[in-house]
């Protein structure tokens, strides 16, 4: 992926429960981006839409699944961490 660093991105964090899941994580979804003086290029990737639509969405650490209902707060996925800040990318506070 190359985005630049003067694009605005659209950066979720949503936390993934899941019966019998050892790893609980806020991880963080890219949703979409603007590039500078351009239009909003959504990614098909919503974290609203997943939750309304039961569709799953895509972590920058790869985990795919549907997102609940129910965020909870857990700590930030080290790996979509690590993936946003090489990325020089602003992360979302939580
Ligand atoms: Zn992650």
Redesign the pocket.
Known sequence: MSIQGDTELLVTSVSKVDEGDHER?T??VLEGYTPKGGDFVPLENSVVEGMINQSPVK???G?IWVPGRDPQKYPI?P??KEVAQSMGWKLPAG
């Open positions: 994580f991880h963080i972590a920058l650490c985990k996925c790996t979509c």
